[in-house]
């Protein structure tokens, strides 16, 4: 503890003053001792071999430990060109992120999902068997390489499947599990801007319409300008 406050004072004066209870820290820990020839006596005398560098490790060990850096989305990310199932995620969802994230780092390894980020501005009904945001945004979609849509906990269970993990819901194959499960995770899905903190869907398609810009005309259809 004492060689750690020695240190962290040195380091709050970002270097400038001399801390002299630094002399007496080993030289394992970053010191030599220089003989000074013009001394009669030949006393050896302790200098910090890189003293300016000192408080930048260690401010930043101490930051890092302090505020771990969140995950967020990848944008533009490539897709794997053998994918074998299409996850449909909402990448303003903190905690859907947390899942969305540790299976991306799983596909690393097996290049099996391709991921797909409905809240993103490009993102196309059209190329995703005509499934609007507003129906993604009630609950989890995937799409199979052939087209087939699954949903709810079948569709985490092909997702797990496909990065090695299948076990961890090979359980809701059988009923009544499987019903049970959908169950509850329909409950979920349906407070889960609540849970998060965010707005209701209702708010979030509305926001949506005014950062696209959107304008109807008397024939309540609208065009998104260009």
């Known amino acids: 503890?004492?060689?750690?406050?020695?240190v962290a004072a040195a380091c709050n004066v970002g270097g400038r003053q001399r801390n002299t209870s630094l002399l007496?820290?080993?030289h394992?820990?970053?010191f030599k001792f220089n003989r000074l020839p013009s001394h009669p006596l030949h006393r050896f005398t302790a200098f910090p071999m890189h003293q300016p560098a000192l408080r930048c490790p260690i401010r930043a060990v101490s930051e890092?430990?302090?505020?771990?850096?969140?995950?967020?989305?990848?944008?533009?990310e490539e897709p794997p060109p053998n994918w074998k199932i299409k996850m449909l995620y909402d990448g303003d969802c903190p905690l859907c992120m947390r899942e969305v994230n540790m299976l991306r780092e799983r596909n690393e390894r097996y290049g099996t999902i391709k991921f797909v980020d409905i809240s993103s501005d490009d993102y196309s009904p059209e190329e995703n068997q005509g499934l609007d945001y507003k129906t993604v945004m009630g609950r989890i979609h995937a799409i199979l390489s052939d087209g087939t849509v699954v949903t709810d906990v079948d569709a985490f269970r092909r997702l797990y499947e496909q990065v090695g993990?299948?076990?961890?819901y090979a359980i809701t194959k059988y009923e009544p599990i499987a019903t049970v499960a959908d169950a509850i995770y329909g409950v979920w899905a349906k407070y889960r801007l609540q849970i998060t903190g965010r707005?209701?869907?209702?708010?979030?398609?509305?926001?949506r319409k005014k950062n696209k810009g959107e304008v109807c005309n008397d024939k309540n259809t609208c065009k998104i300008r260009a």
């Open 24 to 26: 007496s820290i080993p």
């Open 28 to 30: 394992y820990l970053g």
């Open 165 to 168: 993990l299948g076990w961890v």
């Open 64 to 76: 890092a430990t302090a505020n771990p850096v969140t995950p967020k989305k990848e944008v533009g």
């Open 199 to 207: 707005p209701s869907l209702e708010e979030v398609l509305e926001a």
């Open 1 to 6: 503890m004492a060689l750690r406050g020695a």
